[in-house]
């Protein structure tokens, strides 16, 4: 794969509050609309929704794919997912890119109160469960399955949906939820943390031994990667930028994984020790400096379109977002405002959705 054969899209961080925030996101969202990016992503906490997000950007753009990446499967019911999945389609023209994560099996007990147990044969149901309600024009619709029960028969006909394929992608960072995402899914959802390694080594792997099991193509999974990018007049502001969001993330056993496979085990050790001394200071600098030019891009305004290329060739898709930790509302809606205006020159008509 080259960088030319990627598409980009922009991650629309919405962090404010009231009215305000909307209204930044529309503003950003038509301004990557403008300039050709391919999809706007949003993604959801215990704040936030992605959903309501998404309806927002579908009504003030024209062309992009509107995306979550990621909102919580647990979070809403089957039914409730083919619902609101069938409404922004149809609010966006058919401009749905439904993706789809569960958290940490902490996350999914404690914040969302299910079982934790299995994440990925549970998401791996629910997009089975999701296929089914999606086609309930056809008929009944009669699910008995570990995780979910679902018994659906509508007393009137129901309207087919505007598209006969709902796109869904599933979020992976280890290999056996990155395999549901080619036993079943459009797409692989990757995370800021990847590297290119992590992809060829892991991720590619893991997609196709899913693939494999459903006698599916893994060529026909569309692996989407998440970029963070600082731009600023001093390059080592922006360094630090990346590595206190990296510093954040590798607290996190999830990702012992991939520091294993660097070599930045070590690395990850000190972060922590530093993290549980709350010395932000110490963490930052404990971020080895090849991590961050492995993960994200950090660079001099006029040099992100040439650095985001060089991690482009990993991907099919790379959504563009600015660091995930440390910024200010306002600060964030001007780094993502900063990757629109760096990107709008680079991006061919190849790159528009069609």
Same mark, same amino acid.
């Given at each position: 794969? #080259?960088?030319?054969?990627?598409?980009?899209?922009l =991650?629309?961080? #919405?962090?404010?509050?009231?009215?305000? +925030?909307?209204?930044?996101?529309?503003?950003?969202?038509?301004?990557?609309?403008?300039?050709?990016?391919?999809?706007?992503?949003? #993604? !959801?906490?215990?704040?936030? =929704?992605?959903?309501?997000?998404?309806?927002?950007?579908?009504?003030?753009?024209?062309?992009?794919?509107?995306?979550? =990446?990621?909102?919580?499967?647990?979070?809403?019911?089957?039914?409730?997912?083919?619902?609101?999945?069938?409404?922004?389609?149809?609010? =966006?023209?058919? +401009?749905?890119?439904?993706?789809?994560?569960?958290?940490? #099996?902490?996350?999914?007990?404690?914040?969302?109160?299910?079982d934790?147990?299995?994440?990925?044969?549970?998401?791996e149901?629910?997009?089975?469960?999701?296929? @089914?309600?999606? +086609?309930?024009?056809?008929?009944?619709?009669?699910?008995?399955?570990?995780?979910?029960?679902?018994?659906?028969?509508?007393?009137?006909?129901?309207?087919?949906?505007?598209?006969?394929?709902?796109?869904?992608?599933?979020a992976? &960072?280890?290999?056996?939820?990155?395999?549901?995402?080619?036993?079943?899914?459009?797409?692989? *959802?990757?995370?800021p943390? $990847?590297?290119? @390694?992590?992809?060829?080594? *892991?991720?590619?792997?893991? *997609?196709?031994?899913?693939?494999?099991?459903?006698?599916?193509?893994?060529?026909? &999974?569309?692996?989407?990667?998440?970029?963070?990018?600082?731009?600023? !007049?001093? !390059?080592?502001?922006?360094?630090?930028?990346?590595? $206190?969001?990296?510093?954040?993330?590798?607290?996190?056993?999830?990702?012992? +994984?991939?520091?294993?496979?660097?070599?930045?085990?070590?690395?990850?050790?000190?972060?922590? /020790?530093?993290?549980?001394?709350? /010395?932000?200071?110490?963490?930052?600098?404990?971020?080895?400096?090849?991590?961050?030019d492995?993960?994200?891009?950090?660079?001099?305004?006029? !040099?992100?379109?040439?650095?985001?290329?060089r991690?482009? &060739?990993?991907?099919?898709?790379?959504?563009?977002?600015?660091?995930?930790?440390?910024?200010?509302?306002?600060?964030?809606?001007?780094?993502?405002?900063?990757?629109?205006?760096?990107?709008r020159?680079?991006?061919?008509?190849?790159?528009?959705?069609?």
């Amino acid at each position: 794969m #080259s960088a030319a054969d990627c598409t980009y899209g922009l =991650s629309i961080v #919405s962090r404010g509050t009231g009215p305000a +925030r909307f209204a930044a996101a529309a503003d950003l969202a038509r301004a990557a609309d403008d300039a050709g990016f391919d999809a706007l992503w949003t #993604s !959801e906490l215990y704040d936030r =929704s992605a959903t309501i997000l998404m309806a927002h950007l579908a009504g003030v753009t024209e062309n992009v794919r509107i995306g979550s =990446s990621i909102a919580y499967g647990v979070g809403r019911t089957p039914l409730m997912w083919a619902a609101e999945a069938r409404d922004l389609d149809e609010l =966006s023209g058919g +401009r749905l890119a439904l993706g789809l994560g569960n958290g940490t #099996s902490r996350m999914m007990s404690e914040w969302h109160g299910v079982d934790g147990s299995s994440p990925a044969v549970r998401m791996e149901e629910l997009v089975v469960v999701l296929r @089914k309600l999606w +086609r309930l024009h056809e008929g009944p619709v009669r699910h008995d399955g570990r995780f979910y029960h679902v018994d659906v028969a509508p007393p009137a006909a129901t309207l087919p949906p505007l598209r006969e394929h709902l796109p869904i992608y599933t979020a992976g &960072v280890n290999p056996r939820m990155v395999e549901t995402a080619g036993r079943v899914a459009d797409g692989v *959802v990757g995370h800021p943390m $990847f590297t290119a @390694k992590y992809v060829d080594e *892991v991720i590619r792997p893991a *997609v196709a031994t899913g693939a494999a099991k459903r006698d599916r193509d893994p060529a026909d &999974v569309e692996t989407i990667g998440i970029l963070m990018c600082a731009v600023h !007049e001093d !390059e080592e502001v922006a360094r630090r930028q990346v590595a $206190f969001s990296i510093a954040q993330y590798a607290a996190s056993r999830v990702y012992d +994984r991939l520091f294993e496979l660097h070599g930045w085990g070590e690395a990850q050790l000190r972060i922590r /020790d530093a993290a549980r001394a709350r /010395d932000a200071e110490a963490q930052i600098a404990a971020v080895p400096d090849d991590a961050i030019d492995a993960i994200g891009v950090a660079c001099r305004p006029g !040099e992100l379109a040439e650095r985001v290329a060089r991690h482009a &060739v990993s991907y099919d898709h790379l959504d563009l977002t600015g660091p995930a930790w440390g910024l200010e509302p306002e600060a964030q809606e001007q780094a993502a405002m900063t990757i629109v205006e760096e990107m709008r020159a680079a991006l061919t008509p190849a790159s528009v959705a069609g």
